[in-house]
Structures are given as structure tokens and as C-alpha cells.
């Protein structure tokens, strides 16, 4: 009955039904067509919320937007200025330095899109680069920030597979600045072929010096975020409160740009995201049950470990289906539908479950800026104001970057294991 | 017609190897017309969101814990109090008898039947730097519990400061030092590798912990005489062999556990039974007889 | 071209008839429910997790509710937001073919989406009595609140996204288009 709840699922997904919404379409209609108690979809729905750890998304989310509410952003994008302006194309590099920084605040590739996108595109397109190149380096360098610690994504994965999210974290980083340098050096590849300006920050560091401290306790939350939970100070969800604690502290008493209205905007924005990925991944939960009762995942590992003689045929297969899948489906709700499936197959091979994880990541992330479904890759050709098509033409050169570190990523563990 | 029998445990895990004999010996006894689905290792959730499932007809069966049994059928938490039998023998011989009827009495008001009890063994204090043979050297102890009322009872009769901590953020908090230790079977202490943090497991065997198996109430009465009688049977029988390996899992543990650099002590259970005597005290205030009839029967 | 929450511009250019005003107080009313038992959920985690971990690295005491209370409160911060994002028409969708219809064609699909998240909200809601029953026999160790009261909040967010979905798709067929368009607004991952 799995394959009546998949063709539903496709149809009403289709029919522009809400992912979660057609998830729960499918699964009651293979519930119904397998004789199968329907009662099973709300408590499955309820089980994702009594998870401890699952407590860490909406306390991460709230830090980071109560980080870039304030005036962190502007810092960010000087420094990144200082950093890089001075290469051409310096803008493209400020916006990539400016993901790896933000990364270290945010879980989350949407948020980062977002707020750097609508602080650096306009300036792009006013300095003459392209539409579609300006969407398609913020779309892909956004997603260099589910890579960086804290990551959501990376969350999920330990949750469902039962890997410790410390060590997912940790092995994050490495992946995350692989990434990074290979747009890097795409954008100044593509910057020198265009003769893209560059963009140095105007006077200088002479300017910036002032700023300079200012900048230096937002800055440390990535060092804060990495340091509690490396040293084993704090558990992640710990971290996670403390750092909505010194996001507080930090905008209230450094920068003091902290009102009551931002918080409350903050916390509402927070809910929502909260309840929409939420959501999401409760509606993931029920198709988990009824896999698990038909026995999918099993039956995958056999047929996949007994069709494929070598394991880096499977690591190809598992690679090729998260590409396809991560084409259509957002990052949250793949890694958790796949999670469990490709952790029985990856322990049937003997595949470290930390590269595992990293390995799902830097692919599903890939999934952000492909269409036909893909986060960032909407919000970015929503704000430069061009289409589709456009943007993905000069996503090119990324998709290469990211498919050489996936390559990395799943066929040297030394990269993510230590 | 397909059974769900579900439970917590993995594989090598006595609960394990028990629930897919139950499948057999159940299936084998309806003449096949029944399957058994056994979904292990918490798959359908965990051991509260499994009982929900059972009550509500989601699942049909559930190999369960007394900890989440007893936010139901709170009478069921008494089987933890403190050295409350002697050895596991005794625990079984009392809850096979009119203790295990009456729960299953008392479970039946809920929506659950109880078909049978296996085991979760006895639980030991492990320390990072001492043992703790001694109410003495237990006083002050920050240790972590499971969020259960009996447990946090236990420790804090014994003067230590006990405080509840969800089990996935365990090993983390340990290594940060924010607790001296914690207490748990063997069999869970081995598999989470918490000896490598805290090497130093004293064999307080303070507390007894059943696995209830459990039937949803109106599936249950849905069955015929004979596939009851098929159910219990099973129970019966691959209890017996669960029992069996989690007699011996303590055994082969331990050279296990100390061939990886765990340091074995025992404690002076005569001193630790004075030292938790005030338990029994606050609990017979709330279930007099039912206490009575526990520390009768487990002194038989 | 606008989402569904708020007062509703659209219900405003078509000359607001009384019923459309009532149907978009109601989503607005709902919204703001939402916003509501969302923030002081997540208000109130916050302030108690930080006080445990406080009380646990200076004092070596804790909280022991602080480990359980998300267990009741997780859900009704979810459910919140859910709401709210369910008023914004901010659910994650895959928009392709709506973008491609347009005029009448677009409006027939739209009711359609309404009436097919209707029919499973309240399928959730409807089929999820025995589960409701069997929480009410449940209560949480150390908070002694019995875990219906969790479970609640999925029937209030159910009956929410089902209200709020009769509402639009009464919109739909007063020619309302209630597609919001804007990707950014629909930020999950
Ligand atoms: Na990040
Ligand atoms: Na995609």
C-alpha cells in the first residue's frame, strides 16, 4: 500500500495541496485501502512533539532572528566587505563570506537567504551583475549555512538516527567551508569572465575600526554554539536556550536595538517557521509508521545490498535518490523521510552514520537551488525579480562546486570523520 | 489477521529475542490464521506513545516499561520500591500471583489488558570517580533518574540530589560533569557505553523494574477464548525464556563490561533498606494494603 | 495576490459584504489565537529551561518539571504557529500548476486545495476519538497533567485549519484569488 500512499501523495502535491496536507492525504488513503486504523495518524502526528532535542529548532530560530533583527546584519556585511570586497566580483564573495559567517547563527538556509539577499542583491544588480547570477550565488552560498553549527537539518538527522547531534555539528564545519571556498573561487572565476566591479568598503578599515568591537560578541556565537556543545558543556537543547539568552543580552545591552515589538515580531516569526516545519515533519512521522509496518525499510536494505555488489554502488544509488528526491521535496522533510530508510541500508554496508548524515545534507541542501521545488532558489529569483530559468542557467558553476564536495563527502570519511 | 506487537528494545536485547518468539509461538498456536508484525526498537514510538497506540486500537500489542505503565495504572510504579525482593525470582513468583491480577485488574480500567510480565532487571548506581557501597558515600550525589516519581523518592530518602534528565540527553550531560552519575540496568548502562564515562558501577540493586506485556483492551475482547488463551500462553512462554537471559545478562555483563575498564563493587543493601525505609512509609500512606500485600508477598 | 490573514484586502475591494468580513474577523481572530498561545508557550520554556540550567551549573539543583513541560507545551507552540501560518497561507506547496492556470481554471483548482484540506483536517480530527480517549487514562510523571491536555492542541489546530479553509474557499468562490505567491514567505527549511 506504500505505492497507493506515494501516487497520492504525488497527485494531491501536484494539485499545489501543502506537502504536510498531502502527506496525510496519502497516508489515510493507503490506510484505508490496507484495512488499517486511521486513529494511527493523529497520535503519530502528536509523537514528533514529545521529543526533548526537537526543543533546539524553535530556541535556535529565535536566536538567530533575534540576531539579525538588530544592526549584527550591517556588521556582518562589512566585515565581509573588508574580508573580500577588494577581489572582483566582490559583492558575489561578500555574499558567500557572509553565509559561512551567518551559518554560525542561524540553523537554517531560508533565513539566511533571506536576510542576505535582501541586504545584498539590490546592491548587486545597482553594480550591473546579472539577474539571474546575483539570485544564483545568494540561492546556493544560503545553504552553506545548514552546514555550519547549529543546523536544523543536521538536528533531524541525529534525532531520527540516533547519532549524537555534537559530533553531526562538528563534522558540519569542514563540509560547510569546502563549500564555501569552491563558490568562492566559482564567483571569481565567473567575476573575471563578466569583469564584475569589485566592492571594497568605502574608507576602509580606517572606517570600520569603530564597528570593529561592536561586531565581536555576534560574532562569537558560532564559537560559543561550537565550544558549549564540543567541550560537553551543555546539551543541545541547553545550547540552544542559552543562545536565545545571549541574543537577548547581546542586542539589549551591546547594541542595544532591542524592543518589545521586535521580540514579539521575532517570537510570532518563530512560531510560524516552528509550526511549518513542524508540521511537516509530524506528517513525515505517520508515513514513517506505515513503512515501518510494511516493512520498507528492511526490504530496501535487502533489495538494495543484494542488487549492488559494492558498497560504493550504493553510496551512488542512496546519492542519486536524494538528488531526485531533494529536487521536489524541502530539506526538513527529506532528510526525515529518507533518514530512517537510508540509516538501515548505511549500517547494512558499514557506512559511518556521522558521514551518513553529512552526506544527506550537502545533498538534500543541493535540492534548495534545483528546481522544481527549491526554498532558496525562490526567494533569491524573488528578490532579484527574474525568473526561474535565468537563475539556473548561472547556477551551473555551483551545481558543479557542491557535486564535487558531495563526491568528497561520501567517498573520503577522513572528511567528516575524525 | 495482523498482530502489531511492538516494543523499545533492539536486537541482542533479551526483549528482543523474546518478542519474535512471542510472534512464533503465537502465530503457530492460531493455526497461522493470526501474523505477528513485530516492530522493534521503538518504531511505533516509545513506550508511552505505544501504550496510547494500544488503547487505541493503533497497535494490538506492546512488550512495555513499568515507568510509562505506571503514569496509567499508577500502582504498578510500586514494584519499585526500594529493595522491595531479594532476587528476581521472588519478583517473579509475586507478580505471576494476585499481585500480577490485580494490576491487570486495575489496567483493564484504562483500556489495556495485561497479558503477562517479563523483566527489565535490577538497577545499579554507576559513579564517575567512587563507589558507592554505603548510604553514606551516596549523600550529596548529584544523579541523574528517568523522570519517575519512585526513583527521585529513592534518592532523595538517601540524601543525594537526584534530578530527572530525558535519557537521549544522557551521555552529554555526564560528560559535562553536571552529574556524578546515574543508575539504570546493566543491560542499558552496556549498550549506552555509559561506563566509559561512569566506570564505577556499584551493584546497589535498588530497585525492580517488570516489562509488561500489553493488549489493547477492545482487541482483546474482540478475540476468541481460544486466541486469548493463545496470547497468554505466549506471554507465558517467551517470558520464560526472557527471564532466563536477563538472569544470565547480568552474569556475562559484567566481565564484559570490566574487560572495558568498569570497576565492580557491592553495597551494603542491609544499610541501604534503613536508609529507604521512609519510602515505604510515604507510599503506604497513599496505598496501604497494596503495600502490605507487596512486602508479604516478596518476604514469602 | 494575498495571503488570507489579516483584514483582507481583497474581501475589501469586492465591496466587503458582511459575510466576507465575518469570514475574514474569524481568520483573524484564529491568527491571533495562534500568536497568542505560541508566544507564551515559547515565552515560558524559555524562561524555565534557562532558570534549570542556571539553578543546575551554579546551584546543582534543577527543575525537575523543566525536562517534562515541553512535553504539554512543544505541542501547543506547534499547533500556534501552525495556525498562523495556516491563516498567512504560509504551508509549504508546490505552486507550479497554479502558477500555470490562470483566471476561472485557477479558481476551480484553488477550491479544489480548500475542500481537500477541509475533508483531511477534520478526517485527522474524526478518526483520532480513540486516540483522544486512551490520553485521557495518561498523566505525566512529574507534572501529574494528563496528557489529553497535550493532545488538545492538535484539536484545536485541526478545527483551525479547517475553519480557516471554509473561510477561503468561501473567498474562492466570490472569485477571491487566496494563493499567496510570495516564496519568501513560505520560508521552512
Ligand atoms: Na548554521
Ligand atoms: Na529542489
Redesign the pocket.
Known amino acids: 500500500m506504500a505505492l497507493a500512499m506515494i501516487w497520492v501523495f504525488m497527485i494531491l502535491l501536484a494539485l499545489a495541496v501543502p506537502v504536510a496536507h498531502a502527506m496525510l492525504g496519502g497516508v489515510g488513503v493507503a490506510l484505508i485501502l490496507d484495512g488499517k486504523p486511521l486513529a494511527v495518524i493523529l497520535q503519530r502526528l502528536y509523537t514528533p512533539t514529545q521529543s526533548f532535542p526537537m526543543l533546539a529548532i524553535p530556541f535556535f530560530i529565535l536566536a538567530g532572528s533575534l540576531m539579525m533583527s538588530g544592526k549584527f546584519g550591517v556588521y556582518l556585511v562589512n566585515i565581509a566587505r573588508l574580508l573580500v570586497g577588494n577581489f572582483k566580483g566582490g559583492l558575489g564573495q561578500v555574499s558567500i563570506i557572509g553565509s559561512v559567517m551567518f551559518?554560525?547563527v542561524?540553523?537554517s538556509a531560508v533565513a539566511d537567504a533571506t536576510a542576505l539577499g535582501n541586504a545584498l542583491i539590490p546592491v548587486q544588480l545597482k553594480e550591473g551583475y546579472p539577474k539571474g547570477f546575483a539570485a544564483a550565488i545568494n540561492s546556493a552560498s544560503s545553504t552553506v549555512?545548514?552546514l555550519?553549527?547549529?543546523?536544523i537539518p543536521l538536528i533531524l538527522f541525529g534525532l531520527v538516527s540516533n547519532v549524537s547531534i555534537v559530533d553531526l555539528f562538528v563534522a558540519g564545519i569542514l563540509p560547510g567551508l569546502m563549500l564555501g571556498i569552491g563558490m568562492f573561487a566559482m564567483v571569481w572565476w565567473v567575476a573575471h569572465r563578466r569583469n564584475l566591479p569589485r566592492a571594497p568598503l568605502e574608507g576602509g578599515f580606517q572606517a570600520f575600526k569603530g564597528q570593529i568591537f561592536t561586531a565581536v560578541p555576534a560574532l562569537l556565537m558560532p564559537v560559543f554554539v561550537i565550544g558549549t556543545l564540543r567541550f560537553g558543556i551543555a546539551t543541545p537543547t541547553e545550547v540552544s536556550v542559552m543562545a536565545v539568552a545571549y541574543a537577548l543580552f547581546v542586542s539589549g545591552f551591546v547594541y542595544r536595538d532591542l524592543n518589545a515589538r521586535l521580540i514579539w515580531a521575532a517570537c510570532v516569526e518563530t512560531a510560524m517557521m516552528t509550526g511549518a516545519v513542524m508540521f511537516i515533519i509530524m506528517a513525515s512521522s505517520t508515513i514513517q509508521w506505515l513503512l515501518t509496518v510494511e516493512r520498507v525499510p528492511q526490504t530496501l536494505a535487502i533489495w538494495v545490498t543484494s542488487s549492488f555488489s559494492e558498497p560504493w554502488m550504493i553510496i551512488l544509488a542512496m546519492n542519486i535518490v536524494m538528488l531526485v528526491v531533494g529536487a521536489f521535496l524541502d530539506l526538513p522533510a527529506a532528510v526525515l523521510l529518507l533518514g530512517p530508510l537510508f540509516v538501515t541500508v548505511g549500517q547494512a554496508i558499514g557506512l559511518d552514520l556521522v558521514q551518513l548524515g553529512l552526506m544527506m545534507v550537502v545533498n538534500l541542501s543541493i535540492g534548495l537551488y534545483t528546481p522544481p521545488v527549491g526554498t532558496t532558489l525562490f526567494i533569491s529569483a524573488a528578490i532579484a525579480r527574474t525568473g526561474i530559468g535565468e537563475v539556473v542557467k548561472s547556477l551551473m558553476p555551483f551545481y558543479f562546486v557542491a557535486l564535487i564536495v558531495l563526491l568528497l563527502i561520501s567517498y573520503v570519511p577522513a572528511l567528516t570523520i575524525y | 489477521e495482523e498482530v502489531i506487537f511492538a516494543h523499545g528494545a533492539n536486537a541482542g536485547n533479551p526483549r528482543f529475542v523474546a518478542a519474535e518468539k512471542w510472534a512464533e509461538l503465537f502465530s503457530a498456536c492460531t493455526d497461522g490464521k493470526d501474523t505477528v508484525n513485530v516492530a522493534p526498537s521503538a518504531t511505533m514510538g516509545n513506550d508511552v506513545e505505544m501504550l496510547t497506540s494500544a488503547t487505541g486500537g493503533v497497535i494490538q500489542v506492546t512488550a512495555n516499561s513499568q515507568g510509562a505503565m505506571s503514569q496509567i495504572v499508577p500502582e504498578i510504579g510500586l514494584l519499585g520500591l526500594p529493595f522491595l525482593f531479594k532476587d528476581l525470582p521472588t519478583a517473579w513468583k509475586v507478580l505471576d500471583g494476585d499481585v500480577g491480577a490485580m494490576l491487570d485488574k486495575r489496567a483493564q480500567d484504562s483500556g489495556l489488558k495485561i497479558l503477562g510480565f517479563w523483566d527489565n532487571g535490577i538497577r545499579n548506581v554507576t559513579h564517575v570517580s567512587k563507589f558507592v557501597s554505603e548510604p553514606a558515600d551516596i549523600k550529596g550525589m548529584k544523579i541523574r533518574t528517568p523522570p519517575d516519581q519512585m526513583t527521585v523518592d529513592i534518592f532523595e530518602a538517601l540524601g543525594a540530589a537526584p534530578a530527572p534528565l530525558a535519557w537521549s540527553e544522557l551521555p552529554t550531560a555526564l560528560q559535562s560533569g553536571v552529574f556524578d552519575g546515574q543508575e539504570n540496568p546493566l543491560t542499558n548502562i552496556y549498550s549506552a557505553k555509559l561506563h566509559e564515562i561512569t566506570p564505577y558501577v556499584t551493584m546497589t540493586g535498588h530497585k525492580y523494574e517488570s516489562t509488561p506485556v500489553v493488549a489493547g483492551l477492545s482487541w482483546w475482547q474482540g478475540l476468541d477464548e481460544k486466541t486469548q488463551g493463545c496470547a497468554i500462553e505466549a506471554t507465558k512462554e517467551a517470558g520464560k525464556l526472557q527471564r532466563q537471559m536477563s538472569l544470565e545478562g547480568d552474569e556475562t555483563l559484567r566481565p564484559k563490561m570490566e574487560a572495558e575498564g568498569a570497576k565492580f563493587a557491592e553495597a551494603d543493601k542491609k544499610a541501604y533498606q534503613e536508609a529507604t525505609a521512609s519510602v515505604y512509609e510515604k507510599y503506604a500512606k497513599q496505598y496501604p494494603d497494596l503495600v502490605e500485600a507487596l512486602k508479604k508477598a516478596a518476604a514469602e | 495576490m494575498t495571503g488570507a490573514g489579516g483584514p483582507v484586502p481583497g474581501a475589501a475591494r469586492k465591496g466587503a459584504s458582511p459575510f466576507l468580513r465575518l469570514l475574514a474577523g474569524l481568520t483573524f481572530l484564529l491568527e491571533s489565537s495562534g500568536k497568542v498561545i505560541a508566544v507564551a508557550c515559547l515565552a515560558f520554556m524559555f524562561v524555565a529551561l534557562l532558570t534549570n540550567v542556571i539553578l543546575r551549573y551554579a546551584f546543582d539543583s534543577g527543575i525537575p518539571w523543566a525536562y517534562e513541560i515541553h512535553a504539554v507545551l512543544l505541542p501547543w507552540l506547534v499547533a500556534g504557529g501552525l495556525v498562523i501560518a495556516s491563516a498567512r497561507g504560509r504551508n509549504i506547496a508546490i505552486t507550479l500548476l497554479a502558477e500555470i492556470l490562470q483566471g476561472r481554471k485557477r479558481l476551480v483548482l484553488q477550491a479544489i486545495i480548500q475542500v481537500t484540506i477541509i475533508i483531511i483536517a477534520l478526517g485527522v480530527l474524526w478518526s483520532g476519538q480513540p486516540i483522544l480517549k486512551a490520553s485521557r487514562f495518561q498523566t505525566l510523571s512529574t507534572l501529574g497533567i494528563k496528557q489529553v491536555w497535550g493532545y488538545a492542541s492538535l484539536v484545536y489546530a485541526f478545527a483551525a485549519i479547517a475553519l480557516i479553509a471554509f473561510a477561503d474557499l468561501v473567498r474562492v468562490f466570490r472569485g477571491i484569488d487566496v494563493m499567496d505567491h510570495d516564496p519568501e514567505n513560505a520560508s521552512l527549511s
Do not use: A, E, N, T
Request: without cysteine; aromatic residues 0%; proline residues 20%.
Open positions: 551559518g554560525g542561524s540553523g549555512s545548514v555550519i553549527p547549529p543546523s
